[in-house]
């Protein structure tokens, strides 16, 4: 399915357009069809063309009277395309120009001009002008039409501009998030609410939980042209049956989606275009309304330059970057700018020079890689997937560092490193027998957002990680002072592996229990006891012995086998015990497990 919003002055035949096309009433309303004028968002659809390049067309037909602008772009707002009526007896009139406005304002490329009533006047005319005012706008140069919705002539050359037209448009992201601007809400009885829209992007299906607000809400079914269908993907004319929200607590500008996805902001950087070529910024009103999608929100304007805008809405949207807002002078009833969304989540301005340290700072927002680099340079550090679900571009990662599903900013990575290798050695310093930082203290030394970042930093940092302790590298082995000591106690247990040395000897080489603990810790001896130690490989060499023995073998077997004494042969043969090498039989006898 493919959507075309219609657009043109009030009574310049929009709506019968659209009947003749589809066969369809778009006009809702009893006052409407009464007044023979469009005063609210009307819809029909049709299917062009014929065999595989038929498509199925929904048509959103808005009022077309300088009263119900409001409608207008919130019918225009979502729609991807748009039919731009003028009538051939009447030409180019005041809603022309201000319809035209909207659409360059939302950046629309794609386009038809259809030239209406050319029964009732040669279209050329009205046709040149039209074409060289467009040309002027976002649509640029636009394939024409002229038609008459009375007779019929001219309709099957329009069908066929339209299945062209439609040809160009981009495919959808159907697997995207959903951000679904409500442009209706009623009931129906027996079904409860129903909300419709255009689905611009994503899927909706049955059973889908959705964010609505505050509120979360359950799709109960879908229906689009006119049909129940289990799911909807994008682009797409939908209603939405929902279970959680009565009618009068959700209508239009409001926004169905995807939970967690669409963070929602009142404070934007955008850079406008005013619709005057010779303003600038700073001639804007200070308020003005913002339209986006379905969407109207009174919103102040602060200037940074020329061209870019700090926005403050009067209540938060779902908006990401690349959103095209227009700029309402309500007062006067005219299109005062267009604005492009640059950043959702802006720095605030609250020292003097602020507002033009932000303008530099976003002189290249438009470029994609420069907008993820601006927004990772502030945060230090931002989960990948909360920038994706943000809307921030993530496609060109050259100016930040992507590191365990982040991305951080280069220079607060190597002041990371930095600060890591200083903090290591200051912790040598102060405890050389304990020379390494815990991951946690790391990580709270440092600041580091997540611990998935600790292990590439260390390795950045040209540092060892092991045991979740940080350090130099080969600290984890030098005692530093103590290492004279521990080198005697290596030779005697080498020479003696199961004569533990006893506390005069341990403290003739300078080896208390700090001592011995720190070389337990880095993996040099094997702690018995507080102050009784043997070397790593002391428990399974004791295996080796033990296994030769007949089983099961008393304490003063195991004793004498190993050749030291009781004060060593008991704290050994309890952390065999706790080891799960040997078993107890009975309270004199173990044996070695499995024999």
Do not use: C
């Given at each position: ?576 015990d706790r080891r799960g090498w040997t078993v107890r039989v009975d309270a004199g006898h173990r044996r070695v497990k499995g024999r």
């Open positions: 399915m493919h959507v075309v919003a219609t657009a043109g002055h009030v009574d310049h035949g929009k709506s019968t357009l659209v009947r003749a096309l589809t066969g369809m009433e778009p006009d809702r309303f009893a006052e409407e069809k009464r007044r023979g004028m469009t005063i609210d968002l009307g819809y029909a659809w049709t299917r062009v063309g014929e065999g595989p390049s038929s498509t199925e067309l929904a048509f959103v037909d808005v009022p077309g009277h300088e009263r119900f602008i409001a409608s207008m772009l919130a019918g225009l707002g979502p729609a991807p395309a748009v039919m731009f009526v003028v009538a051939a007896d009447e030409g180019w009139r005041r809603q022309s120009e201000e319809h035209l406005a909207a659409v360059d304002a939302l950046g629309l490329t794609t386009g038809l001009l259809v030239v209406t009533r050319s029964d009732l006047a040669g279209a050329g005319p009205a046709t040149a002008e039209a074409r060289e005012r467009i040309a002027r706008s976002s649509l640029g140069a636009v394939p024409a039409v002229a038609v008459s919705g009375a007779t019929g002539a001219g309709l099957d050359d329009l069908r066929a501009a339209l299945l062209d037209l439609v040809g160009t448009l981009p495919a959808p992201r159907t697997d995207g998030r959903v951000r679904l601007w409500v442009d209706r809400a009623f009931t129906i009885r027996g079904a409860g609410t129903v909300v419709t829209g255009t689905l611009g992007a994503g899927t909706l299906r049955e059973g889908d939980l959705l964010a609505l607000g505050e509120r979360e809400v359950t799709v109960r079914g879908l229906q689009s042209l006119g049909a129940d269908v289990p799911q909807v993907p994008a682009v797409a004319r939908v209603a939405v049956n929902l279970r959680g929200v009565d009618v009068e607590h959700v209508g239009r500008g409001d926004a169905l989606l995807t939970p967690g996805a669409w963070p929602t902001t009142d404070l934007l950087d955008v850079r406008v275009r005013p619709h005057d070529p010779d303003a600038r910024a700073a001639d804007l009103p200070a308020e003005l309304v913002a339209h986006l999608g379905t969407a109207a929100v009174p919103v102040r304007l602060r200037p940074l330059d020329d061209e870019l805008v700090r926005l403050t809405l009067h209540h938060p949207l779902p908006v990401e970057p690349g959103d095209r807002l227009v700029l309402r002078d309500p007062g006067r009833h005219a299109v005062a700018a267009g604005a492009v969304v640059l950043d959702v989540a802006p720095p605030p301005l609250n020292r003097r020079g602020a507002a033009a340290a932000r303008a530099r700072e976003l002189a290249h927002a438009d470029e994609p890689a420069a907008v993820l680099a601006d927004r990772v340079r502030r945060a230090g550090a931002a989960r990948a997937a909360d920038l994706v679900a943000a809307g921030v571009p993530t496609a060109d990662t050259s100016r930040v560092r992507t590191v365990a599903g982040w991305f951080v900013d280069p220079a607060t990575w190597d002041r990371w490193a930095a600060d890591l290798a200083a903090a290591v050695d200051e912790q040598a310093a102060r405890t050389p027998l304990d020379p390494r930082l815990t991951a946690d203290a790391a990580r709270r030394r440092l600041g580091l957002p997540d611990r998935s970042l600790l292990a590439p930093l260390v390795e950045a940092a040209g540092l060892a990680y092991a045991d979740g302790r940080v350090g130099r590298p080969g600290d984890d082995r030098d005692l530093g002072p103590a290492e004279v000591g521990m080198t005697r106690l290596e030779a005697h247990l080498g020479a003696h592996p199961f004569l533990a040395p006893e506390r005069p000897d341990l403290d003739a080489w300078g080896l208390g229990v700090p001592e011995l603990a720190a070389a337990e810790r880095v993996g040099r001896v094997v702690r018995l006891a507080p102050d009784m130690v043997l070397l790593p490989d002391g428990p399974a060499r004791a295996m080796r012995e033990l296994a030769a023995l007949p089983q099961p073998f008393t304490t003063s077997e195991a004793r004498l086998a190993l050749g030291t004494t009781r004060r060593v042969a008991i704290p050994l043969l309890e952390h065999l």
